[in-house]
Nanobody, 126 residues
């Protein structure tokens, strides 16, 4: 069984930066998982943000965050990060980390049988 836990959310001003962390606990090797981030803004459906392959080389981003957000992972610590720069009020959402042992990082954006975290709230004030 895999356990996913996010941290690092908070209230920031537009233009600020914030880094989210996601720690994974599992009986399997961390590199068995492609990892990803999704978010759900108030009144909207959950949407894909970013994903990363097992080695950390392959990455995929939603168009809305490309160039502003960076996903990375530390396979020695079982942690994946989401560095968010130039934050906008429309980035306000609950951010969820997912672990996917069935697909490559390229497929994460389409959904899957993920292990989900509980989410961490990010609020960006204008």
């Amino acid at each position: 069984q895999v356990h996913v836990k996010e941290s690092g959310g908070g209230l920031v001003q537009a233009g600020d930066s914030l880094t989210l962390s996601c720690e994974v606990t599992s009986g399997r090797t961390f590199t068995d998982y492609a990892m990803g981030w999704f978010r759900r803004a108030p009144g909207k459906e959950r949407e894909f943000v970013a994903s990363i392959g097992w080695s950390g080389t392959g990455k995929d981003y939603a168009d809305s965050v490309k160039g502003r957000f960076t996903i990375s992972r530390d396979n020695t610590k079982n942690i994946v990060y989401l560095q968010m720069n130039s934050l906008k009020p429309e980035d306000t959402a609950i951010y969820y980390c997912v672990a996917d042992s069935d697909q490559t990082y390229r497929s994460v954006r389409g959904g899957g049988n993920f292990a989900w975290g509980q989410g961490t709230q990010v609020a960006v004030a204008s």
